[in-house]
């Protein structure tokens, strides 16, 4: 409704309360014109004000409601939610090697049997002819003529000593020393466990350790550094060119959970 509607109304109002009330008297109608003007002072006051006082009534409630809060209580409760994903995830784990991982390596393993005895006993199998002398022919095998072959036994004992030291180069080579494992009382120590094939490992680090301790951890376990690596699970990130990287560069703390995962 406009302004010359309002006016209307109340112009109306009061003729039809003169008609029917009859004239009032002068002072009266000016105490109650008097007694408007102040209702409507006062009311134009609340309605202006009411609202900023409400806001900071309800900001300085909040306020206080957020400095009740303690700090110690909210970080427990982020503990237990991120404790609750990782169970998650390693139930997940769990699963995904149940129906995949194991199933993959009995079928390896399988392939890796049936390529061995398929290559397994002599490689040929026929009749042979003696060298030199009497070309007469016998039957024989490839066995046979390794029986009847006469060599030097110096040359078995040399074949048999450069095999002996290849084996033990190769060991020294492939030597793996891990660090100290700290105590668990430790404020530097971090647990750090690798999802497996094989299932879960676990073992304590050092902060200032690298990932390539951790490395040749999953190294000992059988698991070899050309052939796998070690990964974060949420965000996915692999490891392996970050090898000379601290545990405490990467924000690993009090425990880690990493995958061991197959190089593509």
């Avoid at 040929?124 to 072959?149: F, P, Q, V, Y």
């Avoid at 999953?218 to 601290?246: A, C, D, I, K």
Wanted: proline share 4%.
């Amino acid at each position: 409704m406009d302004s010359y509607g309002v006016t209307l109304l109340l112009v109306s109002t009061a003729f039809a309360g003169i008609y029917f009330l009859g004239l009032p008297n002068p002072y009266t109608l000016l105490e109650l014109f008097v007694k408007f003007i102040l209702l409507l002072g006062v009311a134009t006051f609340f309605i202006q004000n009411g609202a900023s006082w409400l806001k900071k009534w309800q900001q300085s409630k909040r306020n206080s409601e957020n400095s009740d809060i303690d700090p110690n209580k909210y970080e427990s409760k982020e503990r237990r939610y991120k404790e609750k994903i990782q169970e998650e995830h390693l139930k997940k784990t769990e699963s995904y090697k149940t129906r995949i991982l194991i199933p993959r390596e009995e079928k390896k393993e399988k392939m890796k049997e049936e390529e061995f005895l398929r290559f397994q006993g002599p490689a040929w199998k026929g009749e042979g002819h003696e060298l030199g002398g009497s070309r007469k022919s016998r039957d024989g095998t490839s066995e046979d003529a390794a029986r009847n072959r006469i060599l030097p036994e110096n040359i078995n004992q040399d074949a048999a000593e450069r095999a002996r030291q290849k084996i033990n180069q190769r060991r020294k080579k492939h030597t793996i020393e891990l660090p100290e494992e700290p105590e668990e009382e430790n404020p530097n120590c971090t647990t750090v466990c690798l999802r497996t094939p094989l299932g879960l490992k676990q073992r304590r680090f050092d902060r200032e350790n690298t990932i390539q301790n951790v490395l040749d951890y999953m190294t000992s376990l059988g698991f070899s550094q050309r052939h796998y690596t070690v990964s974060t699970s949420y965000p996915r990130q692999s490891l392996q060119e970050q090898r000379e990287t601290t545990l405490a560069e990467m924000g690993f703390y009090s425990k880690i959970v990493l995958n061991v995962e197959e190089i593509e």
